[in-house]
């Protein structure tokens, strides 16, 4: 049986607050390691109202945004939020943090540099530390981890050698596990450092439903750059979706660049179909010490039914 606690769920403000909380106290009584809440103002519900909810409806789960970035939020917000989710939670904040994609596509702007997320790491970390310059609350409470969402070889690497852990987007296939992996390595992580692989999932009764439901997600992870080469099939199909990728429909459900990606690479980009066959993948997966796997659900009913039937179905069977 694969660990619940080697689980986090990450949701999307597609639905109503209701049902978003839904998910958090069904994550939290399975016993998932944490929550992420996405970034998107302009696509999805504010994170931090619901990150807020969360903390009251919660006592275990970590929680955190996944991700937010220097652009669209200043940095001084960010720190105020994550802090004052840190004394509402009990010390269980953690922030994930990138470079911006459709939260700051929608608006027109352009993601941040690599150099700006790292000068943004460390004004968060003093904003915390309080004293002159800094936060005037929260300088007592445990630190807060800051997670680097990273898919490409540079991020991956910058998040080994600034963040506390990493949040990747680069599929199940071993060759890109252990890609990400060294380029992490190749930071000098410092101890504790913890690795969460982001990957969709669908449970449906009819496995070709369950594949064409991840595909948004599959095509996001496609256009991104990666720790290790693409196939021939994969590169073909990267092409295609960067062409014709539409922020506007961002990660949505049939989004038409969705399209692009075949049938045959699904399994390596996402776990899909019956229950049993997600079961399955995930018992096929070699997590080391410190790593766990962050599910998005990207199926067609709602998001508490889909984490109902992960949790029913897949993780406590």
């Known amino acids: 049986m694969f660990e619940s606690a080697a689980v986090d769920l990450v949701v999307y403000g597609t639905e109503a607050p209701s049902g978003l909380l839904d998910c958090v106290e069904l994550a939290e009584e399975a016993g998932l390691a944490g ?3 996405g970034d998107s103002p302009v696509l999805w519900r504010e994170l931090f109202i619901l990150l807020g909810a969360a903390a009251t409806r ?18 001084a917000v960010t720190a105020s939020a994550l802090m004052t989710l840190q004394e509402l939670s009990g010390g269980r904040a953690a922030l994930g ?7 700051v596509r929608t608006v027109g702007a352009r993601p941040a540099r690599l150099a700006e ?42 998040s080994g050698r600034i963040g506390d852990g990493c949040l990747a987007v680069v599929g199940l296939h071993p060759r890109q596990l252990e890609a990400a992996r060294e380029r992490i390595a190749a930071g000098h992580p410092r101890g504790g450092f913890e690795l969460i692989f982001w990957v969709p999932y669908a449970v449906a009764d009819d496995p ?50 969705a ?59």
């Open 259 to 317: 399209r692009f990606v075949p049938d045959e690479i699904v399994e390596d980009w996402a776990v899909a179909g019956t229950p049993e066959q997600c079961r399955e993948q995930l018992e096929r997966l070699e997590l080391r010490a410190g790593e766990r796997i962050g599910l998005v659900p990207m199926g067609r009913d709602s998001k508490p039914a889909q984490v109902r039937r992960l949790v029913e179905e897949i993780l406590l069977r």
């Open 97 to 103: 943090l990138g470079l911006g994609a459709s939260a």
């Open 58 to 75: 919660t006592a275990h789960v970590r929680l955190g945004p996944a991700v937010t970035n220097p652009v669209s939020r200043h940095v």
């Open 208 to 257: 070709a439903q369950a594949r064409e439901d991840v595909k948004s997600y599959v095509a996001r992870s496609l256009r991104h750059p990666l720790p290790a080469d693409l196939t021939r099939v994969e590169q073909e199909a990267a092409e295609r979706i960067r062409a014709s990728y539409s922020y506007g429909q961002h990660l949505a459900p049939g989004a038409d660049h």
């Open 35 to 37: 929550i992420w809440v």
């Open 117 to 158: 997320l790292e000068r943004t790491v460390g004004e968060l970390r003093a904003f915390w530390a309080g004293g002159e310059g800094g936060l005037g609350y929260g300088a007592e409470q445990p630190a807060i981890p800051v997670h680097v969402g990273a898919s490409g070889p540079r991020m991956l690497e910058l």
